[in-house]
């Protein structure tokens, strides 16, 4: 099922289309277009051009204007681009009469997102999960997208019954193949729900963070270990977990998927489990990307996305990372305008957060270990104090271990 949406636009430019409403200003449409661009880019294919237009609303027949679709469908034939990319995710009416009206190979923000996850999954859990997530989002636009299945077809129950329709049999085929990946889905959730019950009653932290902000490079200092890291979005599908140990201190260390801002609902539900490491964590790790530009907006989303899967709020340390990367340009002394975000420097961003979080926030660069030292010793506390807190009678080593390492 992997290769259903796009695995042919490997390599092919494409056009990408955005919205300023009343909800996106054009400076969020701009920078919501570059991650749109690193998400093709990510998928493998290279963005030509990006295509803005201002509506109160999205267009509920095509998306953008009939005026600007055909500015679209102009420069596409000029330039022989075969592929679209909208930044929201399309409404199967609105698929359907763009895909008519410019007869070419359209993506939205969700099925793109959904092709690179299946392109990183690599065990049978996160390739399930996946999948479950592609037939979800594959239902109700199945008018348009039934020939896909052809390949997935053999014989005996997928047999086309007396009067169906070739859209009622393509309906229930994916309904059942639904049903038996929640199955399989829920069997998995039981062997997971037993390892981590079978890993006793340590204190478990988690990574948490928007996707690409340094989690698994952490997750490797801190732990010792070589977990995949890349410069691309979902480098991680799969949770891993690591024993860490800081001076005589042993805790869990889990690595979780990265958010995104618009992550489709379905994924979401479908990586059930995955996230389970987040609910069942004593304590968060949420990475931050300080040399992003919003990185206070991937913060909320981060935030967000946390009360959609746990209601409960935990400990948490803010780890901003990459203050290798941070950059600013200070103001003209003669420049009586008042002062943007682009206009702070890192020392006053720290003092801003610190005086925020109460202390419960580091800077670090994980790729040049600055800080890191630092944040062990801030993990170590924090650890310290859960688990002495569920085993009050080990109070005495740890102060017996502390005063003789002084």
Same mark, same amino acid.
């Given at each position: 099922?992997?290769?259903?949406?796009?695995?042919?636009?490997?390599?092919? $430019?494409?056009?990408?289309?955005?919205?300023?409403?009343?909800? $996106? =200003?054009?400076?969020?449409?701009?920078?919501?277009?570059?991650?749109?661009?690193?998400?093709?880019?990510?998928?493998?294919?290279?963005?030509?051009?990006?295509? =803005?237009?201002?509506?109160?609303?999205?267009?509920?027949?095509?998306?953008?204007?009939?005026?600007?679709?055909? /500015?679209?469908?102009?420069?596409?034939?000029?330039?022989?681009?075969?592929?679209?990319?909208?930044?929201?995710?399309?409404?199967?009416?609105?698929?359907?009469?763009?895909?008519?009206?410019?007869?070419?190979?359209?993506?939205? &923000?969700?099925?793109?997102?959904?092709?690179?996850?299946?392109?990183?999954? $690599?065990?049978?859990?996160?390739?399930?999960?996946?999948?479950?997530?592609?037939?979800?989002?594959?239902?109700?636009?199945?008018?348009?997208?039934?020939?896909?299945?052809?390949? $997935? &077809?053999?014989?005996?129950?997928?047999?086309?019954?007396?009067?169906?329709?070739?859209?009622?049999?393509?309906?229930?085929?994916?309904?059942?193949?639904?049903?038996?990946?929640?199955?399989?889905?829920?069997?998995?959730?039981?062997?997971? !729900?037993?390892? &981590?019950?079978? &890993?006793?009653?340590?204190? %478990?932290?988690?990574?948490?963070?928007?996707?690409?902000?340094?989690?698994?490079?952490?997750?490797?200092?801190?732990?010792?270990?070589?977990?995949?890291? /890349?410069?691309?979005?979902?480098?991680?599908?799969?949770?891993?977990?690591?024993?860490?140990?800081?001076?005589?201190?042993?805790?869990?260390?889990?690595?979780?998927?990265?958010?995104? %801002?618009?992550?489709?609902?379905?994924?979401?539900?479908?990586?059930?489990?995955?996230?389970?490491?987040?609910?069942?964590?004593?304590?968060?790790?949420?990475?931050?990307?300080?040399?992003?530009?919003?990185?206070?907006?991937?913060? /909320?989303?981060?935030?967000?996305?946390?009360?959609?899967?746990?209601?409960?709020?935990?400990?948490?340390?803010?780890?901003?990372?990459?203050?290798?990367?941070?950059?600013?340009?200070?103001?003209?002394?003669?420049?009586?305008?008042?002062?943007?975000?682009?206009?702070?420097?890192?020392?006053?961003?720290?003092?801003?957060?610190?005086?925020?979080?109460?202390?419960?926030?580091?800077?670090?660069? !994980?790729?040049?270990?600055?800080?890191?030292?630092?944040?062990?010793?801030?993990?170590?506390?924090?650890?310290?104090?859960?688990?002495?807190?569920?085993?009050?009678?080990?109070?005495?080593?740890?102060?017996?271990?502390?005063?003789?390492?002084?």
């Amino acid at each position: 099922m992997k290769d259903f949406i796009i695995s042919e636009s490997k390599n092919e $430019q494409a056009v990408l289309v955005g919205l300023i409403t009343q909800e $996106q =200003t054009e400076e969020q449409v701009k920078e919501y277009l570059d991650e749109l661009a690193f998400l093709a880019e990510t998928a493998g294919i290279i963005p030509d051009r990006n295509f =803005t237009q201002k509506l109160d609303k999205p267009n509920p027949v095509t998306f953008v204007g009939t005026g600007k679709l055909q /500015e679209i469908k102009q420069y596409m034939e000029d330039n022989e681009i075969g592929l679209i990319i909208f930044d929201d995710e399309l409404s199967p009416k609105q698929l359907r009469n763009i895909e008519k009206e410019l007869q070419t190979k359209i993506l939205d &923000r969700t099925s793109l997102i959904l092709d690179i996850f299946a392109m990183r999954a $690599q065990t049978a859990y996160a390739k399930t999960q996946v999948e479950l997530a592609q037939y979800q989002y594959l239902l109700p636009r199945l008018t348009r997208m039934w020939t896909h299945l052809d390949r $997935q &077809r053999g014989g005996g129950v997928m047999m086309r019954g007396v009067g169906e329709t070739q859209l009622e049999t393509d309906r229930r085929i994916i309904l059942n193949k639904i049903s038996f990946l929640k199955e399989e889905l829920k069997n998995i959730d039981r062997q997971m !729900a037993s390892q &981590r019950k079978n &890993r006793g009653k340590m204190v %478990r932290a988690a990574l948490v963070g928007y996707t690409n902000v340094g989690k698994s490079t952490l997750m490797n200092l801190l732990s010792k270990s070589e977990v995949f890291a /890349e410069n691309k979005l979902f480098a991680t599908l799969d949770t891993t977990v690591r024993k860490v140990i800081i001076d005589n201190l042993p805790f869990l260390l889990s690595d979780t998927v990265g958010f995104i %801002r618009k992550l489709p609902t379905h994924l979401v539900e479908s990586f059930k489990s995955t996230l389970d490491e987040v609910r069942e964590a004593d304590l968060l790790l949420h990475v931050v990307d300080i040399s992003h530009p919003n990185f206070e907006e991937q913060i /909320e989303v981060v935030k967000n996305t946390l009360l959609d899967i746990d209601k409960e709020e935990k400990p948490t340390i803010l780890v901003f990372n990459k203050v290798d990367a941070f950059t600013y340009k200070p103001k003209e002394e003669d420049d009586l305008t008042p002062a943007t975000k682009e206009n702070i420097s890192l020392e006053e961003l720290k003092k801003s957060w610190m005086n925020k979080m109460h202390n419960d926030c580091i800077f670090i660069s !994980a790729k040049n270990k600055t800080n890191v030292d630092e944040l062990k010793e801030m993990l170590y506390e924090r650890v310290k104090a859960i688990h002495i807190e569920r085993y009050p009678y080990n109070d005495f080593l740890f102060q017996k271990y502390d005063e003789e390492t002084e």
